[in-house]
């Protein structure tokens, strides 16, 4: 199965600070990643995925074969970034039960 | 609007007495999925559905029922709720043949005195 870890559960940072979410992964195979993203009182959505390489709301995520990593990155954290943040696995790609890391809460204060 | 849509969105119960909470989406995923969410512990999947008639077990499926009769619909039945059910659940689908991204529902909070 394809599994993720992220070790933090919380990460506290101030406003303008660099952010950086931790997310390892331990599947063989060509991976793709996906980080969604949950604010406060709302459904999980869809942040940004590996494939398509692109950066939302100022994140990125690059994926490192070699530490087998994808780590979500921001260069200076907003206020309105605190959420639960989540790595996954795709549906996709032989395994039908992406399972989730356990999410890290990000609280960026003023 | 393609969407996921949970009922309710808020229950308070009290143990043993049987409840569903139902799941429709509208863009014709084959994929469907419930987790329930809870503090330090992220989300865990308990029944998924390959598609119409396909079930299978989860992570946590102990004390959860689910049923796939049509494409759209994948309710959890909860026949004899306990205190340890009181949680956030989300429904998710998706397609099984393409980006693999999930799209979730607004989540039930589900209170079991």
């Known amino acids: 199965a394809q599994r993720v870890t992220q070790p933090e559960k919380l990460l506290s940072v101030f406003k303008g600070a660099p952010v950086e979410l931790k997310c390892n992964y331990s599947?063989?195979?060509?991976?793709?990643l996906f980080w969604y993203v949950q604010y406060s009182r709302q459904r999980l959505q869809l942040l940004l995925r590996?494939?398509s390489r692109e950066s939302i709301k100022g994140f990125t995520a690059d994926l490192n074969k070699g530490e087998t990593s994808f780590h979500l990155k921001k260069p200076f954290a907003q206020e309105e970034d605190s959420a639960m943040y989540y790595c996954?696995?795709?549906?996709?790609?032989?395994?039908?039960?992406?399972?989730f890391g356990r999410g890290t809460s990000l609280i960026v204060h003023p | 609007e393609a969407q996921v849509t949970q009922n309710p969105r808020y229950l308070i119960t009290v143990t043993g007495k049987k409840l569903t909470v139902t799941c429709s989406q509208n863009?014709?995923?084959?994929?469907m999925s419930w987790y329930r969410q809870d503090p330090g512990l992220g989300l865990r999947q308990i029944y998924y559905?390959?598609?119409?008639?396909?079930?299978d077990k989860g992570d946590v499926p102990e004390g959860y029922k689910v049923s796939r009769k049509e494409k759209r619909n994948f309710p959890l039945i909860l026949e004899s709720p306990s205190p340890n059910q009181t949680s956030l659940y989300f429904c998710?689908?998706?397609?099984?043949?393409?980006?693999?991204?999930?799209?979730f529902g607004e989540g039930s909070r589900l209170t079991v005195l």
């Open positions: 996954a696995p795709p549906l996709s790609g032989g395994s039908y039960i992406p399972t």
């Open positions: 599947y063989s195979g060509s991976p793709e």
């Open positions: 590996h494939i």
């Open positions: 863009m014709n995923h084959e994929y």
């Open positions: 559905s390959m598609n119409v008639e396909v079930t």
């Open positions: 998710a689908s998706s397609v099984t043949q393409g980006t693999g991204e999930l799209f």
